[in-house]
Antibody
Framework: QVQLVQSGAEVKKPGASVKVSCKAS????????MHWVRQAPGQRPEWMGW????????RYSQKFQGKVTITRDTSASTAYMELSSLRSEDTAVYYC????????????WGQGTLVTVSS | SYVLTQPPSVSVAPGKTARITCGGN??????VHWYQQKPGQAPVLVIY???NRPAGIPERFSGSNSGNTATLTISRVEAGDEAGYCC???????????FGGGTKLTVL
């Protein structure tokens, strides 16, 4: 069955960067698009961007442009989300989610990764 | 940017019907997806393309979308339905995905 398994919780200091991974199994990795979504405490989820796992093209939300970089390693069936210049407001649970195309619903979700930014 | 509005909470007695709304400007012209999320768990798709149920989702879950409101309806509500529910829309004008604020369903 399809599984998206994310890396573990992170604690970072303000100004640092964090890189979260999402390992896919149970389907052809390159045939799907991978999105990243974050949910801060008490806030609505926010779409951050997506990557076409086949050709590596990525598209970012205007809000996160310049702050997030989404990449993938096809040999490892893994997508990555790197967030830079961390601030306390970036404390949130980050999810990866797969869809057939960038404009279709999110079929599968990772379990989430808590990133805490604290001095 | 496109905005989706949901009521923060809905309460319903077991066996009754819960209706959770998702409001947006002319949302009926877009397709709406609904997710259920329980504490500490990843979201689960319960309705896609306005009214379709994924495999494994009970028939008690249904969806509709017209005008400025999309609605998730849960019939014969059970205690296990207590969770957060969130709508999701693709806004083609901005090429962005947009989430609703989420609704906490409480089963009395």
């Amino acid at each position: 069955q399809v599984q998206l398994v994310q890396s573990g919780a992170e604690v970072k200091k303000p100004g640092a960067s964090v890189k979260v991974s999402c390992k896919a199994s149970g389907y052809t990795f390159t045939s799907y698009v991978m999105h990243w979504v974050r949910q801060a405490p008490g806030q609505r989820p926010e779409w951050m961007g997506w990557i076409n796992a086949g050709n590596g093209n990525a598209r970012y939300s205007q809000k996160f442009q310049g702050k997030v970089t989404i990449t993938r390693d096809t040999s490892a069936s893994t997508a990555y989300m790197e967030l830079s210049s961390l601030r306390s407001e970036d404390t949130a649970v980050y999810y990866c989610a797969g869809s057939e195309t960038y404009y279709s619903y999110f079929d599968y979700w990772g379990q989430g990764t808590l990133v805490t930014v604290s001095s | 940017s496109y905005v989706l509005t949901q009521p923060p909470s809905v309460s319903v007695a077991p066996g009754k019907t819960a209706r959770i709304t998702c409001g947006g400007n002319n949302i009926g012209s877009k397709t709406v997806h609904w997710y259920q999320q329980k504490p500490g768990q990843a979201p689960v798709l319960v309705i896609y393309y306005d009214s379709n149920r994924p495999a494994g989702i009970p028939e008690r879950f249904s969806g509709s979308n017209s005008g400025n409101t999309a609605t998730l309806t849960i019939s014969r509500v059970e205690a296990g339905d207590e969770a957060g529910y969130c709508c999701l829309v693709w806004d083609s004008s901005s090429d962005h995905w947009v989430f609703g604020g989420g609704t906490k369903l409480t089963v009395l």
